[in-house]
């Protein structure tokens, strides 16, 4: 339920007069009122909803009047927060994505070095003198794409961090 703006002018509407105002709007439900939940223990910031422009909208819906609100949108519209909202949600679904290559490299990581630990001197040849033994192409080739895994598992994790 709407409450109107007849006690006061939403333009010259003091401080104290606009915090009645927005509480009243939230009469029903006072724990989604963004106002005390600073000051209340029982109300945690991570209990509201978040990172969705209607739920900018909703709240500026129910605190003005319908021709200040469509203004007031309008104006996010034109200064790009609409904008500000798509990138974000855009990069929280690339961090999703990071996230999941960043794990599915760890794995890989992990069964590539137990492939080259079970492969490790298996079929080792020694040189051509016999001092010493030469790992074989099996075992190298496991090592080279280890190095290649530990590197984009780095670069993945980096980015989801910068981000």
Not at 11 to 25: F, L, N, P, Q, Y
Request: aromatic content about 8%; glycine content about 6%; some cysteine.
């Amino acid at each position: 339920r709407r409450v109107r703006w007849a006690a006061v002018d939403l333009g010259r509407a003091t401080e104290e007069e606009w915090d009645a105002h927005v509480r009243s709007c939230f009469k029903l439900n006072p724990l989604q009122c963004v106002l005390p939940v600073s000051r209340e223990p029982g109300v945690s910031l991570l209990n509201f909803a978040q990172g969705s422009l209607e739920v900018v909208h909703d709240d500026l819906r129910r605190i003005l009047p319908t021709d200040v609100f469509s203004r007031a949108a309008d104006i996010l519209r034109e200064r790009g927060v609409d904008d500000a909202f798509t990138v974000r949600r855009e990069l929280v679904n690339y961090k999703k994505v990071c996230l999941n290559l960043a794990r599915a490299a760890s794995q890989l990581d992990r069964d590539l070095r137990q492939l080259a630990t079970f492969f490790r001197g298996s079929d080792d040849q020694p040189s051509a003198s016999g001092d010493f033994f030469v790992h074989s192409e099996r075992h190298t080739e496991l090592n080279d794409h280890l190095g290649r895994c530990k590197g984009a598992l780095g670069v993945v994790t980096d980015l989801r961090q910068f981000i």
